[in-house]
């Protein structure tokens, strides 16, 4: 889908809150807080910030916010289990405010992580902003997922393959479908007014993934930990635009 200038307004509006809301449960996360006051905390800001939480109810999936703690790769479901110290945990937030979409996601650090999840944290991290480097008109998505994948196997981390980022604005979910691997010169060729995601998943040890029988918890088969960033982007004409950053400069990995 391609968008004109005039859509990137509505769509910084809805970055922006959705990055407030990640900045919110900054403060929160903490041991023996659980998942679900979490979610609990996000869909009250959504309400009293005239937005809705795209997760709940879409295909059935019934929270607000995505909770996925240590080796659950994506879609952890929030649940009265508390985090404890030393968890590493991915909250992913999707608004939609006035019909469009923000969808980010971050890594918070519960108490005192062991190093080699820090060190997972910030070359997950490294490896979204090497993928949004990418970005600009006359690129392609081959050129995303090759940076991404470049970077995250160079540092000894593997990708995961089972799970893409994704266009987005009015739909949740729409073409193209960004691959966090590939071939640079391959794929889907970028334009102004394309907004996707970009959500790198990246695993301390193999790549691959299985779900759990609830349907949606998908974690490493070796139950190595496993880390992801997201953020909501926008190509423009001279490059692009990244709509969920934190005004409070809250998306960098976040130490507690
Ligand atoms: C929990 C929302 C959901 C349900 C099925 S896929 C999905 C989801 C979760 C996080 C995302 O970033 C995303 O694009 C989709
Ligand atoms: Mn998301
Ligand atoms: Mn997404
Ligand atoms: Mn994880």
């Known amino acids: 889908k391609l968008h004109g200038a005039s859509d990137f307004e509505p769509m910084r509006k809805a970055g922006r809150l959705t ?3 990640l900045d919110l449960l900054t403060e929160a996360v903490r041991p023996g807080v659980t998942t679900e006051s979490l979610d609990k905390l996000a869909f009250e800001f959504a309400m009293d910030h005239g937005a809705y939480p795209a997760s709940l109810d879409y295909r059935g999936f019934r ?3 995505c909770t996925s703690i240590n080796h659950v790769v994506c879609h952890g479901i929030p649940d009265d ?3 404890r110290d030393g968890d590493i945990v991915n909250i992913d937030v999707t608004l939609i405010v006035d019909g469009w979409h923000g969808d980010s996601s971050r890594m918070y650090l519960v108490g005192d992580v062991p ?10 991290y490294e490896s979204l902003m090497r993928g949004i480097a990418a970005v600009k008109p006359g690129a392609t998505t081959g050129d995303i997922g090759a940076a991404i994948q470049e970077y995250a196997e160079g540092e000894r981390c593997s990708i995961v393959r089972e799970f893409c980022g994704h266009g987005l604005g009015r739909l949740f979910h729409d073409e193209p479908n ?3 691997y590939g071939y ?3 794929g889907a060729v970028l334009k102004p007014g394309m907004f996707f995601t970009i959500e790198p998943m990246v695993n301390l040890g193999r790549p691959h993934v299985k779900v759990l029988s ?4 998908a974690v490493t088969r ?5 880390a992801q960033f997201e953020h909501t982007i926008g190509v423009t004409e001279s490059g692009v635009e990244v709509f969920t950053l934190s005004p409070a400069g809250l998306h960098q990995p976040t130490y507690k």
Do not use: C, F, M, Y
């Open 81 to 83: 289990k508390p985090l």
């Open 222 to 226: 070796d139950r190595s930990l496993s």
């Open 178 to 180: 960004i691959l966090h």
């Open 115 to 124: 190093r080699r999840a820090e060190r997972l944290v910030q070359v997950t």
């Open 214 to 217: 609830d349907g949606w918890t």
């Open 19 to 21: 990055a407030e809301a």
């Open 63 to 65: 929270k607000s916010i």
């Open 184 to 186: 640079r010169g391959e």
